[in-house]
Every structure is written in C-alpha cells, then in structure tokens.
C-alpha cells in the first residue's frame, strides 16, 4: 500500500503572513516544524482532536498499514506544542488502516476506533477492528471492543445514522490485493456501546479502500459513500 520506506509524519506550520491572491502565497510555511519520532510504524491514519480536553487539539495515528505490524500513537500537545515521542501507545501492534475519533459512550472524552487492515498474519488472515475507550483524557491501551468477525477494513467513520444521539460506526471492508471481497458493514451504538453484530451490512461484496457520512440528499438522515479498488464508489 505505501512505499516500502519509514514514514516519518510532518506537520506545516501556519505563519502569519496574509494570502496574497496577486502572488499566490499561502499561509503555510513549507518546511515542516514537528515531526513524529517513531520511524517505521507506517502512520497511515490521522485525526486531530483534543484528547484530554484542555483546550488543545491533539494528534491521534493509525499505524502499519500492510508493511510493519505497529503499535497505535496519539501525540498530547503541551500547551500548543507537540512533544518528539508519543504520549500513548496501544498494547496491541496490527496492520492498521485508517481511524476515527468520537466520544462513543457519551462521557465528554473522544474514543479512538482503529480499522485494522490485515490480521496478524498479514495477506492471509483477516482480523478484528477495535476501538479503545476514553474515560480520564488518554485512552485504554487495550482495546475495548473488537468487531464480532473477522474482516479486511482499511477505513472506518462515526456518525449518528440512526439519530438517536449516539455514534455508531462503519467500516469499509475487503481487501483487493488478493481479491478478498466484503460486505461493508454498521455497527450500530447502543446507549454507549457498540453492538459487536452488524446492524446493517451492503449487499455488495467488494474491496474497500474508503468510507464517509455526509447528508448527500438535505434530508437530515445520514448518508454513507463508499470508495472502491474494484468497483465504481458508491453512495
């Protein structure tokens, strides 16, 4: 999926200087002034969100990718500045793809939901996503809760699709490198915990690359567009 190559994570600084639209110039300084220290963990997902609710965003990565089975990093701002090493790191090392971050269980601190592309045995195994709850401002380091079965899932994203208040979660599933094909799948939150049963799976099969929420139609009900290796994407 990446490059066979450490990832080491970047960050661009925002300068102050304003956008001249005769010139072209963006805000954005194009020499990075952080960068993560763990090489080698193939960082694949990223979300900014505030962990431990001081009033800072904070960095939260998925890591592995199908090249390194990787510990999970989140990096903790210190008033505004991000340390060299991680603050937390999950127990469990996989092949994980994307993330998302979302108070599940309604306490005030965000959750952090992996999904993890391979089993631990790589190509041939598919494995249990999982998601680690937030209850003090870092996350448990074990994870909570894993998917009720196996599966090939490079992305996940919360939502409320059901609107009863709750976040529930979906991933995208199937793997095309090997042409494992899936249903893509809802997991849906149940006054604070997520079901380990779908609650709704597609009736297509098919090799999962990416998932969103988003209102397509005004309606006021949550849509769900997926993205594809195989297929066209589907909303």
């Known amino acids: 999926m990446l ?42 997902g990223m979300i900014w969100r505030d962990c431990n609710n001081d009033g800072y965003i904070d960095v939260f990565f998925s890591n592995g990718n199908d090249m390194a089975l990787a510990s999970n990093t989140i990096y903790i701002s210190q008033y505004g500045s991000l340390l060299g090493t991680a603050s937390w790191y999950s127990a469990n090392a996989e092949y994980s793809g994307h993330c998302g971050v979302g108070d599940i269980d309604d306490d005030g601190f965000p959750d952090f939901a992996v999904a993890n592309y391979l089993g631990t045995g790589g190509f041939s195994t598919a494995g249990l996503s999982n998601l680690y709850f937030n209850s003090n401002g870092l996350p448990n380091t074990t994870p909570d809760w894993y998917t009720g079965d196996s599966i090939y899932s490079f992305s996940c994203a919360l939502g409320d699709v059901d609107g009863d208040g709750d976040l529930d979660l979906a ?65």
């Open 3 to 44: 490059q066979n190559k450490s990832m080491i994570v970047k960050l661009l600084a925002l300068l102050t200087i304003p956008v001249s639209h005769a010139t072209g110039q963006v805000p954005i300084d194009p020499n990075p002034f952080w960068q993560s220290g763990e090489a080698g963990v193939y960082s694949t």
């Open 171 to 235: 991933f995208t599933t199937g793997e095309g490198y090997t042409t494992k094909k899936q249903r893509d799948l809802i997991y849906f939150n149940v006054n604070g915990a997520l079901q380990t049963v779908p609650g709704w799976q597609s009736t297509m099969f098919t090799e999962g690359m990416d998932v969103t929420w988003g209102d397509v139609d005004n309606d006021g009900d949550l849509d769900l567009a997926f993205c594809y290796d195989d297929v066209a994407a589907a909303v």
